[in-house]
């Protein structure tokens, strides 16, 4: 039986000509191709950004099967290949000069008075009001207060979403192996009236991270799931921690975590 290889792409024109350049040569190869999971799918390729790498997870709810990304967007942090590089790609696949690279995306349970919403992320979770204000949030880990935050918002990430809005919002770049999640205040306030946290937490990933609204009248919290709003009111509780279900990267031999670093931030 012919393997299956499953393609998702975004509608930029250079995505969709690099999809059917990559249709043409797969089918030389001997491979099968759907949009779809199909029972004897063994890759994913995403076309387009690091945005399309991310949809193309969701979309096929986090599926036990490896992903590789052509870089049609900008930064393209999670892609290794570029379209030209479509023919070494097939030639390495083929003779599975590659590895494996597991993530350990996060869980969050968001509970209001009327619902619980469960959601997964691969980069990160950020909390913050809606009407771009000052929210106000307890914090808790395993049970414990932490603080009272007043701020921007929080953000917990994984070691693969480090690079992503943590960086940016001041968090700490962690090698994608490690096993941890990362908790990065955005905009903290510390005053004699507000103190918070004005660095990232490092917790280990059996920490149970819990998150409510100090006051009554926050009435509107967005939650953002790898980029994702969702708008939520009379939020009471949000619960987040690591998912049982694991992300797999198909890396190129030869491929170096900190040659991406350094090539896409230096």
Do not use: C
Request: aromatic fraction near 10%; proline fraction near 3%.
């Amino acid at each position: 039986m012919k393997g299956v290889i499953t393609i998702a792409y975004n509608n930029l024109e250079k995505s969709i000509e690099t999809k059917n350049i990559l249709v043409e040569k797969l089918n030389k190869a001997g491979f099968e191709i759907s949009e779809n999971i199909e029972e004897n799918t063994e890759l994913i390729i995403s076309i387009g950004g690091d945005g399309s790498f991310l949809n193309t997870v969701h979309k096929f709810d986090f599926v036990s099967i490896p992903i590789v990304a052509i870089n049609t967007g900008h930064l393209g942090f999670f892609a290794e290949l570029s379209p030209e590089k479509i023919d070494e790609f097939i030639v390495s696949y083929k003779n599975k000069e590659y590895f494996i690279q597991e993530s350990e995306p996060l869980e969050v349970i968001i509970s209001t008075k009327n619902e619980s919403i469960k959601l997964k992320a691969v980069n990160e979770i950020v909390i913050k009001n809606i009407q771009s204000r000052t929210v106000h949030l307890d914090l808790q880990v395993d049970g414990i207060k932490i603080e009272h935050f007043s701020g921007d918002g929080m953000l917990i990430s994984t070691p693969m979403g480090s690079t992503a809005y943590n960086y940016s919002a001041g968090g700490s770049i962690v090698y994608p192996s490690l096993s941890l999640l990362q908790l990065t205040p955005i905009a903290p306030m510390n005053t004699n009236a507000y103190r918070s946290f004005t660095s990232s937490i490092i917790l280990p990933t059996t920490s149970v991270i819990s998150i409510s609204p100090e006051f009554e009248f926050e009435n509107s919290i967005l939650i953002v799931v790898d980029g994702i709003e969702y708008n939520f009111t009379q939020i009471e509780e949000v619960k987040i921690y690591k998912s049982d279900k694991n992300v797999k990267l198909l890396r190129l031999n030869g491929y170096e975590f900190w040659d991406r670093v350094s090539e896409k931030f230096l």
